[in-house]
């Protein structure tokens, strides 16, 4: 996703976030008092006896800044708040003194006048939560570059004296102050759209990506024969996205009626011409070809979209499909937990250029229904040659191919179940990917 995704709802600043609620057999994101248990390594891991018995070296640990774009996407993009979340506490995890800072440049979410109180409202609100107190800065970076949060001097300083920089999804424009820090690690979750911009001479994103000294994607497939994305003169680094087991572990529960997805359903503004076609970023152009699925099982499934036109929504229902709003099922981090928690398992779809060209990327909510045991059926763009399917994860290139994986998770729901959660831990879990990344990077 990147910064220039906004929904278009209003909420009320400071409402969004309430205490997560725990649930049997599952582990809630901590709240503050069990902050100690969650990173008992952490802590001790800091010090080390050197010279001397009586003698301890305190060894500080690595500062990373994470530059995210959760301010830009509050509502309907509570997949993205979850997405940083698990990146800020996972590298916490790994022992990095870790901090998050938003300069995108983006106006404020819903914004006529240049009033930044959303954003850092609601920034405020979710990194105060899970232990990023004083850890974190909003950069009015669109006007007067004031900052909220963190203090000018201290962001500057941040810069100065951080060990590395990720810039998660490669939504920040990298300025003079970021370039003093010694390791700038581009981490992009949506590819193919910075690759085509590059290839079609679009000098601002060439200097973008240029800026970094480690670039990473989830385009898994990326200089692979059969992949069609350009590369230019770009190395990029395979990874995945990280998910924090911990926070997704749910019962088994074959009684779940639903294979449902979150998303947008028309994104059309953002679509893309390269080499004389056009590659579309909006997914509905791929739900359009998958209509008549539920006339073709006895499966029922329920879509969240943020969808503002009725006329569709009614021909999606005289289909067959459940459709739900995206907008309240993202309403809350706990809400949009709750949805994936709820279901069957997912069904969904990827966008026109990752299928056309083969990126290989794979969706992140994807992962957290892995993580909470909900098999996957998803639109194939390559994941499958470096992720195993058949088995709680099934990849689909035409809609016949999706019947006879449902028929096969339902003939077994609690074997593709258990085969969902131990996809997510070999493949995804966010501390083993995320101190890959951290070597690789030289960090």
């Not at 990326?222 to 395979?238: H, I, M, N, R, T």
């Not at 009614?314 to 499909?321: A, I, N, T, V």
């Amino acid at each position: 996703m990147v910064a220039a995704d906004r929904p278009v709802r209003k909420r009320t600043p400071g409402s969004d976030i309430p205490p997560l609620s725990h649930r049997k057999g599952a582990t809630a994101l901590p709240e503050r008092a069990d902050r100690a248990a969650m990173l008992p390594h952490v802590d001790r891991s800091f010090e080390r006896v050197e010279g001397k018995r009586d003698r301890v070296h305190v060894v500080k640990p690595k500062v990373v800044v994470v530059l995210g774009i959760m301010g830009c996407l509050p509502v309907a993009g509570t997949g993205v708040a979850w997405n940083t979340l698990q990146h800020l506490i996972a590298l916490r995890r790994l022992g990095y003194d870790v901090y998050y800072v938003e300069a995108t440049a983006v106006w404020p979410f819903n914004a006529t006048t240049d009033d930044c109180t959303f954003p850092v409202t609601y920034i405020s609100n979710l990194l105060n939560r899970f232990g990023f107190e004083n850890k974190w800065a909003y950069v009015a970076a669109h006007s007067d570059n004031r900052c909220y949060g963190l203090s000018e001097l201290q962001v500057k300083d941040l810069y100065s004296r951080a060990d590395a920089i990720i810039n998660l999804f490669g939504g920040t424009i990298l300025r003079d102050e970021h370039m003093r820090c010694p390791i700038r690690i581009y981490l992009e979750t949506d590819p193919v759209v910075h690759q085509i911009r590059i290839a079609n001479g679009e000098q601002r994103y060439i200097n973008l990506v240029a800026a970094h000294t480690a670039l990473f994607t989830w385009g898994a497939n990326y200089g692979a024969s059969d992949c069609g994305v350009p590369l230019q003169s770009f190395e990029y680094k395979p990874t995945r996205s990280p998910v924090l087991l911990d926070c997704w572990e749910s019962p088994c529960n074959p009684a779940a009626r639903y294979f449902t997805t979150i998303g947008h359903w028309d994104q059309s503004v953002k679509d893309l011409e390269y080499d004389g076609e056009r590659y579309s970023w909006s997914k509905h152009r791929e739900f359009l070809k998958l209509l008549e699925l539920p006339r073709r099982t006895t499966q029922e499934f329920s879509l969240a979209l943020a969808i503002d036109d009725p006329a569709t929504v009614q021909m999606l229902k005289g289909y067959g499909w459940r459709i739900e709003d995206a907008y309240r099922i993202s309403e809350t981090l706990e809400s949009y937990r709750g949805y994936i928690w709820g279901s069957r398992g997912e069904l969904t779809v990827a966008k026109d250029m990752n299928v056309r060209l083969r990126s290989g990327w794979f969706s992140e909510r994807s992962a957290c229904y892995l993580a909470a045991g909900k098999p996957v059926i998803t639109q194939e763009t390559g994941f499958s040659k470096s992720i195993p399917t058949g088995l709680g994860l099934y990849g689909f290139q035409k809609l016949e191919d999706i019947p006879p994986a449902i028929e096969a998770i339902n003939s077994d729901y609690p074997r593709h179940s258990q085969a969902a959660k131990e996809i997510a831990a070999e493949y995804f879990d966010a501390e083993k990917l995320l101190r890959q990344v951290t070597i690789e990077a030289g960090l």
